[in-house]
């Protein structure tokens, strides 16, 4: 397990969720969650809202608190870019996922300080899920190679890909771009995985 950072006030540091939203208990704007309007799905979307280590199992509590009648419920989508969180942080936010038995079809943390200690949190999430996660943004973190090489072994493991999207296959759509990547070893490891993958603009 990977050990917590120093304590720090988030208070000073919280700079406010987007305004509008309806939550799920009126007036808050931290750790916000928001339900389809046939209750049968909902979002997370905590983008640039000043999560960080010091602060995230606050957090947690909180969303765990709005999910407790979800267990087993499906997430479209959990952004938690844009903000401070190392992969401490990030395997705390998994943890409830998996506890909760939630499935996810979009992670994006991208833009925080995540690097490669973060993966088997990750990873464990793909194998834990009952659906198959369909995007993954890590862009702009602290991954290097030997992390992104553990998080495809993950996928491999899981044996859910390709997933269906719009009524057809499709491989996890993954973006790893603007980390510390070597990607010419990349795709030599890449290569002894013996899993098909491919490079695209868009999905």
């Known amino acids: ?41 909902f979002t997370i979307e905590q983008e640039d809202v000043g999560l960080q280590d010091d602060n995230v199992e606050e957090w947690v509590a909180e969303i765990e608190r709005a999910l407790k009648s979800s267990k ?10 844009r903000n401070g969180l190392t992969g401490w942080g990030l395997e705390k936010i998994i943890k409830l996922i998996i506890k909760l038995r ?5 992670l994006k943390f991208y833009k925080n300080n995540i690097a490669d200690d973060g993966m088997q949190a990750v990873g464990e999430l793909l194998k834990s899920s009952s659906r198959p996660v369909q ?38 759509w993954l973006r ?11 795709w030599s490891k890449v290569e002894k995985l013996e899993m098909p993958c491919s490079t695209g603009e868009t999905r």
């Open 176 to 186: 790893l771009e603007s980390n510390y990547i070597d990607f010419e070893t990349f």
């Open 1 to 41: 397990h990977l050990l917590p950072p120093p304590a720090m006030d988030w208070r000073s540091q919280w700079r406010g969720g987007p305004g509008g939203v309806k939550d799920w208990y009126e007036g808050n704007t931290w750790a916000q969650v928001t339900f389809a309007e046939d209750g049968a799905s």
């Open 135 to 172: 995007e993954i943004h890590l862009s702009h973190n602290e991954l290097t190679c030997k992390g992104a090489i553990s998080l495809l072994q993950a996928v491999k493991d899981c044996k859910q890909y390709p997933c269906k999207y719009r009524g057809s296959e499709a491989p996890l």
């Open 72 to 81: 087993e419920g499906s997430c479209t989508s959990l952004n938690v870019s």
């Open 102 to 106: 939630i499935s996810v079809r979009l």
